[in-house]
């Protein structure tokens, strides 16, 4: 089982272009996340997914777009990147949003690596 | 607001010490309390959880964690520590609505 793969595991990325970066979960789980990892800050929720079909903001969304197609993957989005968009981007699942209360393990990517120059 | 500090971003042990690590939460309902660990280049892996059953959780790796209503702590604590626990650890609360990571406190174990 690969539990979370995330893709390209390191992007450097010139700042006004466009850039997706990929996660996919072979879990079944409903829920998805996407954080950003500063240091300093730890780990701060962009946007969530409680179940195919439904996205929500975080924390720090602006600037960041999420779509969920399908219960595997949550592609996340920057538009047109910046420089304070530069940070370790981790990727998450648990079987429910934890927002709802609950104590649902959250299962972690290895993480993508963005520098936006 | 719901909440939760980790009280020093940065924590030195001698290989066998005791290794302690501190988190206290703010909530106005009952929490579930988590804690994570962050290896060098990886993603977080879950140590433990409350989740109300006991209040002394044991998790992977010989650490355990205490929770303390009274002092709204759930402080992190493994009695002898190893080159092995170098790493990054996070403390989280979950409450009906909110999810919030601490700031993470980097563990060093001198040999």
């Known amino acids: 089982i690969a539990g979370i793969t995330q893709a390209p595991t390191s992007q450097i990325l010139a700042a006004g272009r466009r850039m997706t970066l990929r996660c996919t979960q072979d879990?079944?789980?409903?829920?998805m996340y996407w954080y950003r990892q500063d240091l300093g800050l730890g780990l701060r929720l962009i946007h969530y997914?409680?179940?195919?079909?439904?996205?929500g903001k975080g924390e720090v969304p602006d600037g960041y777009s999420v779509s969920r197609a399908n219960t595997d993957d949550f592609p996340l989005t920057l538009a047109s990147a910046v420089p304070s968009q530069t940070s370790v981007y981790f990727c998450?699942?648990?079987?429910?949003?934890?927002?709802?209360?609950?104590?649902?393990?959250?299962?972690f990517g290895p993480g993508t690596r963005l520098t936006v120059l | 607001a719901q909440s939760v500090t980790q009280l020093g971003s940065h924590v030195s042990v001698s290989e066998g010490a005791l290794v302690l690590l501190r988190c206290n939460y703010s909530?106005?309902?009952?929490?579930?309390l988590f804690w994570y660990v962050q290896y060098p280049n990886q993603g977080l892996q879950l140590l433990l959880k409350y989740t109300s059953a006991a209040t002394l959780v044991k998790g992977i790796n010989g650490f355990e964690a205490e929770f303390k209503k009274s002092e709204t702590s759930f402080h992190l604590t493994k009695p002898s520590a190893h080159m092995s626990d170098a790493a990054e650890y996070f403390c989280a609360v979950s409450v009906p609505g909110q999810f919030y990571f601490g700031t993470g406190t980097s563990l060093t174990v001198i040999p």
């Open positions: 879990m079944r789980h409903n829920a």
């Open positions: 997914s409680n179940t195919a079909g439904t996205t």
């Open positions: 909530s106005s309902v009952p929490p579930y």
């Open positions: 998450a699942s648990s079987v429910n949003v934890p927002m709802a209360g609950g104590a649902d393990t959250q299962y």
